[in-house]
């Protein structure tokens, strides 16, 4: 009986089940986005295991939520926690996995070096198993870095190896994302004519498979590209296309951002048909636009 009936089978076998049952609730809570509910159920599933390689996975599982949650303290000792045991069962792909979740971790917090250094690791062991996927993601993050550094031959090396990779896999979300890279690190050395190239490539991969909320940031480089260059008309063409996706989907923040970058361009343009223009795309009139940019001026200068 006790085969069937659970509350009659030995803790031995139901307790390994119900820890399987958690960690896989909390993975499916993890994806909806739900980590409060995703951590309590990894906890619960920690309770109930003895399988140390299971809860080496587990707690990896609770540095991504702590990740998601920007705790970073908490997300390196649970991948610290995660990294040690894979180590014990020489689980040297696992280990990759989490070497590079530790150089986001280091990356978001402008711990370069750290950074670096975790992704190289990573990166080694992608290479010793052969898998050119894995590895291309953690080339496009040692991009990253060295950008962050200001060292932009070697970031345009790895982001065109990623890329060699995004393309030999089709996978054409993230060859728009290595183009737009691409396109920030030329831009940074003033080199226009490569930047604009990169950003329209981006740009057509992003329209052709109607990745519409990703095309706004294209845009938005575009605009502050055109902006460098004195090119008025076309940077306050770009940057209206940016801020009416945001503003599709509601994103506020970047909308924000978005406009400040328009009233500086027509500002610094001096050219009143621009006012026009801006004002029309935003849906205000000139004379609201006008107050816009003296409020912008009285709070800078505050």
């Known amino acids: ?33 739900q980590l409060p509910q995703a951590e309590t159920y990894y906890k619960q599933s ?24 920007r705790q970073w303290f908490e997300a390196v000792l649970y991948y610290q926690y995660a990294l040690q045991i894979f180590r014990e069962f020489d689980d040297r792909y696992k280990q990759a996995s989490t070497y590079h979740q530790l150089g986001t971790v280091a990356l978001e917090n402008e711990q370069w070096s750290q950074a670096e250094a975790c992704y ?12 050119p996927y894995k590895q ?15 060292r932009f031959e070697q970031a345009e090396q790895y982001y065109q190896q990623a890329l060699a990779i995004y393309i030999e896999f089709n996978d054409y979300p993230l060859q728009a994302m290595a183009y737009h890279q ?27 498979f109607d990745n519409r909320y990703n095309q706004a940031s294209t845009y938005n480089q575009l605009g502050r590209l055109a902006e460098d260059q004195a090119q008025w008309a076309q940077a306050v063409g770009y940057l209206l296309q940016a801020w009416v996706i945001w503003a599709e989907y509601q994103d506020e923040h970047h909308m924000g951002k978005t406009m ?23 849906g205000v009139s000139v004379e609201e636009l006008r107050g816009f940019v003296e409020k912008q001026d009285t709070e800078k200068h505050g």
Not at 120 to 131: G, K, N, T
Not at 182 to 208: C, S
């Open 260 to 282: 400040r970058n328009l009233l500086r361009v027509v500002g610094a343009a001096g050219d009143e048909g621009l006012w026009g223009r801006v004002a029309q795309g935003l």
């Open 120 to 131: 190289q690791q990573a990166l080694q062991i992608f290479w010793e198993f052969d898998d």
């Open 1 to 33: 009986m006790w085969l069937t009936n659970p509350s009659c089978q030995p803790d031995d076998i139901v307790k390994p089940r119900i820890a399987v049952a958690f960690h896989n609730l909390g993975m499916v809570a993890y994806k909806q986005r």
């Open 182 to 208: 691409l396109g920030r690190v030329a831009e940074e050395q003033r080199q226009w004519t490569q930047a604009d190239a990169y950003y329209q490539q981006a740009l057509q991969l992003k329209i052709k």
């Open 136 to 150: 291309a993601g953690t080339l496009h993050a040692l991009g990253a870095v060295v950008q962050e550094q200001r």
């Open 46 to 69: 920690l309770q109930m295991s003895n399988d140390r390689h299971g809860k080496a996975n587990t707690y990896y599982q609770l540095g991504m939520v702590k990740q998601a949650q």
